[in-house]
């Protein structure tokens, strides 16, 4: 039986731009989800390759983004973060808010005629397909707003990492990111502690597992079961700067962010 292949995680997407991050070469895709901006928006945009909006995100980068600079003209701020995409059924975007995107160039993918996928997923198709996501070096896709709102937003949200298992999607909040960890590897976390923990969690929604194995975290597990209506690892705490995982089932990993360091003030010269 071979290894399994390891695969590595890394929240250096929050870091303001440095050398260590542009060493590991990733590159990243930014889909604006209709929820209040993060604090870090600005950074995430400037870090992406790719940036979309589904439908009424558009709205947020409209709205909310010249408030994270209150000394710069809004239309100067409009101008400058301006989607490659705007995708989705349309029904949230603001008449006014898409005229102006058009006028800037922005491309428009109206899906309306398709009401069995949510925006998100269809952004995600639009980034799977792109000629930017090559076979060797595909694009990491960011998602801000996909937590801490409606429940059935949320979920499908979360559904959609189970959809597109192959493709490494991060959910965020201004709180906390999730991200899949799929069964057919295991997982080396590199914290950024400075930016996030200690709280985090393995959660398995998709099925049960029977067994889990971790190190690097406060409570760990040893070929541990996990399944909801059972034991299941919420409230957990980093405790060193590298967490491995390995289980037979695909879990969800979860971790705080923290309130200091991120926002636009700590980062412009
Ligand atoms: N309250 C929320 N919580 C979590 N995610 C959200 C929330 N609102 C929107 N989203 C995300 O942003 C995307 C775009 O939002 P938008 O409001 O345009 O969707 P929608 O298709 O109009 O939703 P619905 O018709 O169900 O209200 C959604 O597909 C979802 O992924
Ligand atoms: C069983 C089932 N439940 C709900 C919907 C509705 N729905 C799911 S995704 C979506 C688009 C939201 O932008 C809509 C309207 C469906 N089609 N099938």
């Given at each position: 039986m071979s290894a399994m292949d390891v695969m590595l995680h890394s929240s250096s997407f929050l870091l303001p731009s440095n050398p260590v991050d542009d060493t590991t070469g990733t590159r990243y895709a930014l889909i604006v989800l209709n929820q209040s901006l993060p604090r870090f928006t600005p950074l995430l945009?400037?870090?992406?390759?790719?940036?979309?909006?589904?439908?009424?995100?558009?709205?947020?980068?409209?709205?909310?983004?010249p408030l994270f600079f209150p000394h710069e003209d809004a239309l100067a701020i409009r101008n400058r973060y301006k989607?490659?995409?705007?995708?989705?059924?349309?029904?949230?975007?603001?008449?006014?808010?898409?005229?102006?995107?058009?006028?800037l160039g922005t491309k428009v993918i109206?899906?309306?005629?398709?009401?069995?996928?949510?925006?998100?997923?269809?952004?995600i198709l639009y980034i799977r397909d792109s000629t930017l996501n090559h076979e060797s070096s595909r694009l990491h896709i960011l998602a801000t707003g996909a937590l801490g709102g409606r429940f059935d937003h949320e979920a499908g949200n979360l559904n959609v990492l189970y959809r597109y298992p192959d493709t490494r999607i991060v959910l965020l909040s201004d709180d906390c990111l999730i991200q899949l960890l799929p069964k057919s590897h295991l997982h080396e976390i590199h914290i950024q502690s400075s930016l996030e923990g200690p709280h985090c969690g393995l959660i398995p929604i998709g099925t049960p597992s029977a067994k889990t194995?971790?190190?690097?975290l406060k409570w760990d597990l040893?070929?541990?079961?996990?399944?909801?209506?059972?034991l299941i690892s919420?409230?957990?705490?980093?405790?060193?700067?590298?967490?491995?995982?390995?289980?037979d089932s695909d879990l969800l990993w979860t971790i705080s962010i923290k309130k200091t360091g991120l926002s636009i003030e700590d980062h412009t010269p």
């Amino acid at each position: 039986m071979s290894a399994m292949d390891v695969m590595l995680h890394s929240s250096s997407f929050l870091l303001p731009s440095n050398p260590v991050d542009d060493t590991t070469g990733t590159r990243y895709a930014l889909i604006v989800l209709n929820q209040s901006l993060p604090r870090f928006t600005p950074l995430l945009w400037e870090h992406a390759k790719l940036r979309l909006c589904a439908d009424g995100g558009a709205n947020r980068i409209y709205d909310e983004l010249p408030l994270f600079f209150p000394h710069e003209d809004a239309l100067a701020i409009r101008n400058r973060y301006k989607p490659d995409v705007i995708k989705g059924d349309m029904d949230s975007i603001r008449r006014d808010v898409l005229d102006f995107y058009v006028n800037l160039g922005t491309k428009v993918i109206d899906e309306s005629q398709d009401q069995d996928t949510t925006d998100l997923d269809k952004c995600i198709l639009y980034i799977r397909d792109s000629t930017l996501n090559h076979e060797s070096s595909r694009l990491h896709i960011l998602a801000t707003g996909a937590l801490g709102g409606r429940f059935d937003h949320e979920a499908g949200n979360l559904n959609v990492l189970y959809r597109y298992p192959d493709t490494r999607i991060v959910l965020l909040s201004d709180d906390c990111l999730i991200q899949l960890l799929p069964k057919s590897h295991l997982h080396e976390i590199h914290i950024q502690s400075s930016l996030e923990g200690p709280h985090c969690g393995l959660i398995p929604i998709g099925t049960p597992s029977a067994k889990t194995t971790t190190s690097g975290l406060k409570w760990d597990l040893a070929n541990t079961e996990m399944r909801f209506g059972g034991l299941i690892s919420t409230s957990n705490l980093v405790k060193e700067e590298k967490i491995t995982v390995e289980s037979d089932s695909d879990l969800l990993w979860t971790i705080s962010i923290k309130k200091t360091g991120l926002s636009i003030e700590d980062h412009t010269p």
